[in-house]
């Protein structure tokens, strides 16, 4: 992830737009950036509702519900009215975001089912502790992965700079493809399904979204320190 001071923003911008977890490489923004004034968009699909943030800082914000919300179908928008005013109108009538305000995101038949879900989900976060509660769980789940990697004396290698480290996607690499290969069809035979990395990157990928439990992240951490012994 660019550091704040490495950014440089186009003056002539009329926005900028952030992703604040990219899950392919595995990097987390740790901080939101300022963006000296500009209305700031972030996509934060991967990790809403992760940890605490501060919504004066954007203007838009909006989220597959897919990853930490609920099942997919769903999107989530935050948006700021005042900046709404001076969005383009000529855009057809659906992909106005004026017409989903003024219609209380009732303009077409929302999925409701999904939105069911997303509810039952927001009142299973409270129930946690809210988003602080969510942060430090998250943070414990990330910290018993990235431990094993760091403790492996160099048989797992992240893939990201730890201070960009993701506590949402842990991203590594063994010693080779072969490996790699047998860590997957191992974990597999071990219940634990979905551990190949993005194909533009290659190596594991664990997605911890906010559903998973300490629990999983427990067992995968002991199935990695085994295979590293046996290997
Ligand atoms: C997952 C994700 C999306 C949506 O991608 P899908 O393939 O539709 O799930 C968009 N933006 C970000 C940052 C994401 O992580």
Redesign the pocket.
Known sequence: MPRASEIQWDPSAAYVHI?T???IQGIQLQEIPDAAGRPLVA????DILSRPFDASKFSLIYA?A??NLGP?GVTLVLLREAWLETANKNVPTMLRYSTHVKNNSLYNTPPSFGVYVLNLVLQWIEKLGGLKAMAERNEKKAKTLYDVIDQSSGFYRGHALPDSRSRMNVTFRLPSEELEKRFVTEAQAAKMIGLSGHRSVGGIRASIYNAVPQEACDTLAAFMKDFAKKA
């Open positions: 992703t977890n990219e899950t996509d934060m699909s991967s597959g897919q990853k997919s």
